[in-house]
Structure formats: structure tokens, C-alpha cells
């Protein structure tokens, strides 16, 4: 079983009412992309299915028939769904699972069903999983893991019992690093995963488009114009990774607003920046506005130079369209 790192108390407490037989048979797990859900609602599905579920360790003895077949990925009486992404659980998916839950359980023992990514199922398919909700057999549980319960039908949630797990902390997050044999995880990228595991995997994937943003929030600070044009451009053009750009400018100039609340005047130019930056989100991302104008706008607000007079009067600065065209 795969380590898991941190939720110390919701594993805790969870271990403990299935050892004592309590635990609902509806729970809803919700919390953040990324923080390791998915793994405890395995580590409690595993413990359920352990032959000797009173006295197991949380997530089950680890060496019993059931813990073995579970492990081996081939447990009859555990069924996973998934609905996340084009090739997610269907409706029949789903007939077929409830059908699977309905038999008795094959190895004598409890039945569960884990549900991944639940906030993203169907209308439809919501609908069926609600009547076995609404009629629980004995010895049969679902364990529904999303990251936004609000999507998810009140009805459904109305009779889940829900815990939620937080997002990781930074040590946390350099000892899940560790496992995955990074020793060296810088502070900047520690603080960009935002408590999520999953965003550090991506994150380390991208880091040189990382660094490539924070040198050109440098240069835009330095009041390095051309910099700022051409990285516009080039960001703008860049429809795939647009999103990852935004998300990285954004959190750039919110770590130098952080660090430069000694400093008046730096601040006001950085928290302008950040407004900027979270426009620049909004607009490009839902409101599909020219991204390369609305870049070059959050980047030439993060200028040092301008701190003073931005506030005042900010149609000093030359346009895009002038730094581009004119060569200036
Ligand atoms: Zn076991």
C-alpha cells in the first residue's frame, strides 16, 4: 500500500469506527485535488474488507487472504469508479456496479465501493446511485471522493456522512517529495503546490516554464519593456499552456507581494499586479479576451519604476501595440 502522508486525525478516527463496527455505510471525502483521498478511502475500504478488521492497524493487517487479493488489485468485493475525464464511469458502468454492490459479499465479509472523483458524475448516473444510497443493504458502504461536494445533488450529499481533509503543509509536502526520491525541494515550489501533491507532480514537470515566468516578472519589475513584449507574445500565442502561465504569474507576484510588506511603495506596485494578475485570469481563461494584451497589462504593472505614478495616472505607459510596431 502506498504511504500516505499526513490527515492524521480523519484516519485515525475512521480506523476507529470500522474497527468498532460504526462507520456509516454512505461517506462523502472531499477536499483539495491531489492530498492523498483517494488513497484513505482505499486504506478504509482495505481495513473493511481485512478478515480481521477488529484488531487490524488502520488499513487492514496487510497480510491476510483479503488484504492480498486487495492489494493484487483483484478483490471481488471492492469496485471502483471513476468519472473524471472523457473515459469516466458511464450510466450501464454504473448499473453494473450497484448490480455488483447488490450481490452478497463473495468473501463473506462487507462490500465497497469507492467512487472517485463523484463531483463530476452525471445527472443521470447521480440519480441511480441515490436509490442504493436511499436503501442501504447491511454490510455494503460507498465512499464518493471529490473535490467540490456543492456539485454534487443535495440529495446524494444529504445522505453521506463527510469528512474533509485540508490541504497538506508544506512539510508535509517535502516528505511526500522525499518518497518520491526529490531530496531538494525549493521553498518557492513547496509554497506552489499549495498543499497538493498532485499540483507538485506538475509542477516539477514544469519548472523550467516556472522559472522561465518568475526571471520575466524580474525583468517586468526592472521595467525591462521589450522582455515583457516578447514574453507577451510568446505566452499569448501559447494556447495550451496559457492556463499554467497564468496560474504561475499570479502566485509569482503574490510571493513578492509577501515578501515586500516592508515596503510601501513595493507593495502597492505588486498588489496592483496581483489584481492585474487575477484579472488576467478571468478574462483570458472565462472570458476568452486577447491574452497577449491582457499579459503585457499584468506584466507592466509588476515595474518598479511606475510604483509612484501607476495609481495616478497609468496611460503613461506605452501600449503593446507601440513596443511592438515601434520598436521602442
Ligand atoms: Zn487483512
Not at 509536502?173 to 515550489?189: F, H, P, T
Request: aromatic fraction near 6%; glycine fraction near 6%; charged fraction near 25%.
Amino acid at each position: 500500500m502506498k504511504s500516505i502522508i499526513g490527515h492524521t486525525q480523519q484516519r485515525k478516527e475512521l480506523a476507529n469506527l470500522v474497527r468498532s463496527d460504526r462507520l456509516p455505510s454512505a461517506l462523502v471525502f472531499s477536499g483539495l485535488h491531489g492530498i492523498g483521498k483517494h488513497l484513505i478511502a482505499r486504506e478504509v475500504a482495505r481495513q473493511l474488507l481485512c478478515e480481521q478488521r477488529e484488531d487490524a492497524p488502520q488499513g487492514g493487517c496487510g497480510t491476510c487472504r483479503t488484504c492480498t487479493l486487495f492489494e493484487s488489485g483483484t478483490h471481488p468485493d471492492l469496485i471502483s469508479l471513476s468519472f473524471s475525464g472523457e473515459r469516466g464511469a458511464s450510466v450501464d458502468d454504473i448499473r453494473q456496479a450497484l448490480e455488483k454492490m447488490s450481490l452478497k459479499p463473495f468473501m463473506g465479509g462487507k462490500k465497497v465501493a469507492i467512487l472517485n472523483d463523484a463531483d463530476d458524475i452525471s445527472i443521470v448516473g447521480a440519480n441511480i446511485i441515490l436509490k442504493s444510497l436511499e436503501e442501504p443493504r447491511p454490510d455494503t458502504y460507498f465512499i464518493l471522493v471529490l473535490a467540490n461536494p456543492s456539485r454534487l445533488p443535495a440529495t446524494i450529499l444529504s445522505r453521506c456522512q463527510r469528512f474533509f481533509f485540508d490541504r497538506l503543509s508544506p512539510d508535509e509536502i517535502k516528505e511526500i517529495s522525499n518518497l518520491r526520491g526529490i531530496q531538494e525541494i525549493s521553498e518557492a515550489l513547496t509554497l506552489l503546490a499549495d498543499g497538493s501533491a498532485a499540483s507538485l507532480d506538475s509542477l516539477q514537470a514544469q519548472s523550467e516554464m516556472w522559472e522561465d515566468v518568475r526571471a520575466v516578472v524580474e525583468r517586468a519589475w526592472m521595467g525591462d519593456q521589450a522582455i515583457v513584449a516578447r514574453a507577451a507574445q510568446e505566452w499569448g500565442a501559447d494556447k495550451n499552456q496559457v492556463k499554467e502561465r497564468l496560474t504561475f504569474l499570479r502566485t509569482t507576484i503574490r510571493q513578492r507581494l509577501m515578501a515586500t510588506s516592508a515596503d510601501p511603495s513595493a507593495t502597492a506596485v505588486w498588489a496592483t499586479a496581483l489584481q492585474n494578475a487575477l484579472d488576467a485570469e478571468y478574462l483570458i481563461l472565462d472570458r476568452h479576451v486577447n491574452p497577449t494584451l491582457t499579459i503585457f497589462k499584468t506584466l507592466q504593472s509588476c515595474n518598479k519604476a511606475l510604483a509612484s505614478t501607476y495609481q495616478t495616472t497609468p496611460r503613461q505607459h506605452p501600449t503593446l501595440g507601440e513596443l511592438l510596431i515601434d520598436g521602442r
